[in-house]
């Protein structure tokens, strides 16, 4: 791979999770795209690989073929009977913020530390390894689907609190994001070519968006971000690291 000396794991996933497409396909699809190209990708890479599902089999699938991180954007809530497939392969796992339904009037940083405590404990009971579980703020993602079925949302209060259009919301998060430190895990966050980068800068291609993403990118590590998610690793790096060496001079 040509950035491996710019990244620490590469993410794989097989179905897009953006809530605003209409990208949802039957878990039967998403297994057979998997198993089409991971064993080549993992035998082509020097570093590890993540598998980003939110279902328990194409997980299984992906850590028999040598992925080692299963990137859960349900948190776990979809499907509760992920923890186990972590558990028993040992896996470490990203498990994102997700609300089961809209708590208008609390604070967004509250909401989403709520929402992944609750991941958490969940896989800790388990048995997963409290040292293999890092979190996730959700950046652009709503509340959580009802179901494993197909899932557009769109509109101004993607979180069902007319308080906080959705972009405003992400902003708060990254700008809080330090306080996400009392759950104790390492942070992970995606804003790379994020929806929300587009509607501040009025920019409608998202490759248009990289300075507002490595803007962004530094910012999360500033503060408190330990891993960022990102599709331009080359460039987000050299972000990254000048971010890195100032956070400890601001505390």
């Known amino acids: 791979m040509e950035f491996e ?32 190209v991971l064993p080549d990708i993992v035998r082509g890479v ?16 992906a850590l028999k073929v040598g992925a080692s991180i299963v990137n859960d ?16 392969y040992d896996a470490s796992v990203i498990l994102m913020a997700r609300e089961r339904e809209a708590r208008r009037g609390l604070d967004p940083v509250r909401g989403v530390a709520d929402a992944v405590r609750e991941s958490v404990e969940h896989f800790e009971r388990c048995g ?13 993602f709503p509340i959580l689907p009802l179901g494993d079925k197909p899932y557009v949302v769109r509109g101004e ?20 994001l330090g306080k996400l430190g009392e759950l104790g895990k390492p942070i ?23 300075p507002a993403s490595l803007a962004t990118e530094a910012i999360a590590v500033l503060n408190g971000a330990h891993v960022i998610r990102t599709h331009n690793p080359k460039e987000s790096w050299q972000a990254i690291r000048v971010a890195e060496k100032l956070r400890p001079l601001l505390h």
């Open 188 to 210: 992970v966050v995606g804003v790379s070519r994020k929806s929300f980068l587009r509607r501040v800068t009025g920019l409608n291609n998202p490759e248009e968006v990289l």
């Open 128 to 140: 997963v390894d409290p040292r293999r579980i890092a979190v996730d703020p959700g950046i652009g």
């Open 73 to 88: 954007v349900t948190g776990g809530k979809l499907y509760p009977e992920m923890c186990h497939v972590v558990a028993e």
């Open 46 to 61: 020097r570093i590890s690989v993540s598998i980003d599902t939110f279902r328990p089999q194409v997980a299984e699938c």
């Open 157 to 176: 209060f993607r979180h069902g609190d007319e308080l906080w259009p959705w972009w405003r919301w992400d902003l708060y998060i990254i700008a809080n």
């Open 5 to 36: 000396g710019f990244i620490d794991f590469v993410d794989v996933g097989a179905m897009s999770t953006a809530p605003y497409l209409d990208a949802w396909i039957p878990v039967e699809r998403e297994l057979e795209r998997v198993r089409g």
